[in-house]
C-alpha cells in the first residue's frame, strides 16, 4: 500500500509541474514586455517628450506678464528735468482667468472706490480682448487700495496687483500746458492705432502727444511666478524672469527755459493770461505760460469726482490762452502804422493832430485821452493815439493792413508743434460780406486800425511779429523742440518781409519810445533798452475790464529776446501785462535792481491798480 500511494503522489505531483510550467513562462514574457512597455514610455515621457511637460509645468506655475518700457525723459534747454517716470503699482486683469465677472466687479467696487457698473465694463472689455498680457484696470495704485485688496485677494481670481511705470510732472502746472499728459488709450485711438493694445498708456495732449512715437518705447515680457490661485508671489519670494526686455522711449529736449518759465508763471499769479517768450533769432520758445493752469500727474490715475470737477472748472484750466485768439488792442497800431507808411496814406516826416476822437458817418469814434496836440508818427505811437490811427484808416482799406499784418504773421500759424493753436482773425471787406452778410464800412476800418472788433491774434503770434519786427523784417517760425534722442531739430528757416527801411526805421524808434517815453515806462530796465507796444482791448460782456496787452523785444536794436503778455479783463496794457513782461526780462537779463525798484515792480505786478493809458 505504502508504495503504491507513494507512486501515486509521485504521478500527481509530475503531471501538475509539466501543466504548470508553460504558464509561468507566458507570464514571464508578459511581464517583462509590460516593464518594457513601461520603461518605454518613461523614457519617451521623461527624455523625449521633457521639454513640452516642462513646459506645461511652467505655465501652470507662472505668468506672462507686462515689463513696461519707461517713456522717454523730458528736459529744458539747459537739461533739467520736466518730465520723467516713476515705479507705481496697477490692478491688472488676467483674461483667461475672469469667471464671473459680475461678482468680481461687486467686489472691486469698494475697494476701488468706483461704480460697479465701471468696473463691469472694464472687466468684460478685459475679458472679450482674449488677451495672454495681463489687462490694466487701474494704475497708479495708493497703499489703501493695495492694502484692501490683499484682505479680500482670496476671491478675486484674475485679478491681481503688478509693478508698473507711470509719468510724472515734477514741475505740475507750470508747464503742463506745454507737456500736455498722459492717459490710458480710448477705444477709438486703439482702432487707429496699430501696434497699441487694450491699457496702454499714450501721451494725450501737448509734447506728449505729439511725440509719443518716439516717447513710449517698446514693452517687454517677463514671467512671474504664481500660485495655485494663479496670482503672482511677492517679490521676496519670486523674482520675475525676463523672457524680453523692454526698450526705454527716446528722451525729448525742448527749447524752454524752466526757471524763465517759473519767473512767467508767479508774475502771472491768480489772473488768466498767458505769457510767451521767444529767441527772435531762431525761433526758439523759452516760455509759454498759460493760466490757470492744471497738474497733469492727476491723469496718471482714475479722474476722481473732485479732480473732474476742477480741471473742468469755469475758469477753463485745460484752456490753452497762449494760443488762442482775443482782440489785441493797440498792439496792433504797429502794423497799421506801417502799413500806412508802405500805403503812402502817411508819408516818416508827417505830424497829425490828435484830440479826444473824430466823427464819421453820425458815430463818434474816441481818444482814450482828450489831449490835443501836433504829433509826429513816433510820438503818435508812443502815446497810442486812437485820433491819430483813425486818420491813417481813412486814407487805407482793410487789405491794405491786412497784407503788412500777415506778413509778419498775423492770422497765419506760427509754426508751434501744439495742437490748438488758433490763426487768430485778420478781416476785410469780402470776410464780412460772407460772414456777416455786410458790406465793410469806414468805420470797420477804424475800428481794424486800433486792434478792435474782428482782429484776433494769439499771444503766441504777438510775439513772434514783434520778434518780426525787432529784426527788421526776419519773422521767426516758432518752434519747442529741439532735440529728439542723439538727433538735433535744426531751427526753420525765419520768413523774410522786405520792407522801405525808412518807414521800417519809423516804426521801431515809435516802439523804443513807447518804452522810453510813453505808455510802457513799467518795462524800462536801465542798461538794456526794451521796445515795444501796451495794449487795451474791448472785450464782452458789456462794460468788463479791457483785456491787457504788451508786447516787446530787448534789446531794442539786437534782440535776444521777444515777448507777449496779456491778461484777461486785466484792464490797461501800461499798468497790467507790462509789469509781467519786465519781471520775465530781468529774469533774462538778470538785472540788478534797487530795493525800491524791486518794490514798484512788485506791487505793479501783484495789483495793476493805477490806471495808466494803454
Known amino acids: 500500500m505504502f508504495t503504491r500511494e507513494s507512486r501515486s503522489t509521485t504521478s500527481t505531483i509530475s503531471f501538475g509541474e509539466r501543466d504548470f510550467r508553460p504558464k509561468v513562462v507566458i507570464l514571464t514574457v508578459v511581464i517583462g514586455l509590460a516593464m518594457l512597455a513601461l520603461l518605454a514610455r518613461l523614457v519617451w515621457l521623461q527624455i523625449v517628450q521633457n521639454p513640452y511637460y516642462k513646459g506645461q509645468a511652467v505655465e501652470n506655475s507662472t505668468r506672462v506678464t507686462f ?65 495672454v498680457l495681463p489687462v490694466v484696470i487701474e494704475r497708479d495704485l495708493d497703499m489703501e487700495i493695495v492694502s484692501k485688496f490683499y484682505e479680500k485677494k482670496i476671491f478675486l481670481k484674475g485679478i491681481d496687483i503688478l509693478q508698473d511705470v507711470s509719468r510724472s510732472y515734477p514741475h505740475g502746472e507750470v508747464t503742463a500746458h506745454v507737456l ?30 505729439l511725440y509719443d512715437d518716439q516717447l513710449r518705447g517698446i514693452d517687454g515680457e517677463q514671467r512671474v511666478r504664481v500660485n495655485a490661485m494663479g496670482q503672482s508671489l511677492s517679490a521676496e519670494t519670486a523674482r520675475p524672469q525676463i523672457t524680453r526686455k523692454s526698450t526705454a522711449g527716446k528722451p525729448v529736449v525742448l527749447s524752454l527755459d524752466l526757471e524763465l518759465q517759473k519767473a512767467a508763471y508767479e508774475a502771472l499769479g491768480e489772473r488768466s493770461g498767458a505769457i510767451v517768450a521767444i529767441d527772435p533769432r531762431t525761433g526758439e520758445i523759452l516760455t509759454m505760460v498759460s493760466r490757470p493752469s492744471f497738474d497733469p500727474n492727476v491723469f496718471t490715475k482714475r479722474i476722481t469726482p473732485d479732480v473732474w470737477k476742477r480741471i473742468n472748472a469755469p475758469d477753463h484750466p485745460l484752456f490753452n490762452r497762449a494760443l488762442s485768439g482775443y482782440p489785441p488792442g493797440s498792439i496792433w497800431k504797429a502794423f497799421t502804422l506801417l502799413a500806412a507808411l508802405e500805403s503812402k496814406a502817411v508819408k516818416p516826416d508827417t505830424k497829425l493832430h490828435v484830440s479826444g476822437g473824430i466823427s464819421l458817418g453820425g458815430f463818434f469814434f474816441g481818444d ?11 510820438k503818435c505811437l508812443a502815446w497810442s493815439r486812437d485820433s491819430a490811427f483813425y486818420q491813417m484808416a ?56 486800433i486792434g478792435q472788433t474782428y482782429v484776433q491774434v494769439t499771444p503766441v503770434q504777438a510775439a513772434r511779429m514783434f520778434a518780426g519786427l525787432g529784426m527788421k523784417g526776419q519773422v521767426p517760425n516758432l518752434h519747442l523742440v529741439i532735440k529728439i534722442g542723439d538727433r538735433l531739430i535744426p531751427p526753420p528757416k525765419p520768413e523774410i518781409v522786405k520792407t522801405n527801411p525808412v518807414y521800417l526805421k519809423v516804426v521801431l524808434d515809435g516802439l523804443k519810445a513807447v518804452v522810453a517815453s510813453g505808455t510802457g515806462g513799467a518795462t524800462r530796465l536801465g542798461n538794456v533798452e526794451v521796445a515795444g507796444k501796451t495794449g487795451s482791448a474791448e472785450a464782452p460782456p458789456a462794460g468788463s475790464k479791457t483785456h491787457a496787452w504788451f508786447a516787446c523785444y530787448a534789446p531794442a ?27 520775465v526780462l530781468e529774469k533774462f537779463f538778470a538785472v540788478g535792481q534797487d530795493d525800491t525798484t524791486a ?12 490806471n495808466k493809458p494803454h
Open 180 to 209: 500736455g499728459y498722459c492717459g490710458e488709450i480710448t477705444q477709438s485711438q486703439l482702432k487707429r492705432r496699430k501696434g497699441r493694445k487694450m491699457g496702454d498708456v499714450i501721451g494725450q495732449d501737448g509734447v506728449e502727444r
Open 557 to 583: 536794436d539786437n534782440p535776444r529776446i521777444a515777448v507777449a503778455c496779456f491778461v484777461e479783463h486785466g484792464g490797461h496794457g501800461g499798468s497790467t501785462a507790462a509789469p509781467l513782461a519786465k519781471v
Open 368 to 378: 482814450w485821452t482828450g489831449t490835443t496836440g501836433l504829433f509826429d508818427l513816433v
Open 394 to 449: 481813412l486814407k487805407m482799406t482793410p487789405e491794405q493792413i491786412k497784407e503788412w499784418a500777415m506778413k509778419f504773421g498775423a492770422g497765419r500759424p506760427t509754426g508751434v508743434e501744439l495742437r490748438h493753436e488758433s490763426k487768430g482773425l485778420v478781416p476785410d471787406s469780402e470776410w464780412k460780406l460772407r460772414v456777416y452778410k455786410e458790406k465793410w464800412y469806414p468805420g470797420n476800418t477804424l475800428h481794424m486800425s
Open 67 to 131: 515689463l513696461r518700457a519707461p517713456r522717454g525723459n523730458i528736459y529744458d534747454r539747459h537739461g533739467t528735468l520736466i518730465a520723467t517716470n516713476k515705479q507705481s503699482l496697477s490692478m491688472v486683469a488676467i483674461p483667461a482667468q475672469l469667471d464671473n465677472v459680475q461678482d468680481l466687479s461687486r467686489r472691486l467696487a469698494p475697494i476701488l472706490s468706483s461704480p460697479e457698473p465701471k468696473i463691469l465694463a472694464s472687466l468684460l472689455k478685459a475679458k472679450a480682448s482674449a488677451s
Open 599 to 610: 518794490g514798484a515792480t512788485q506791487n505793479a505786478v501783484a495789483a495793476g491798480k493805477k
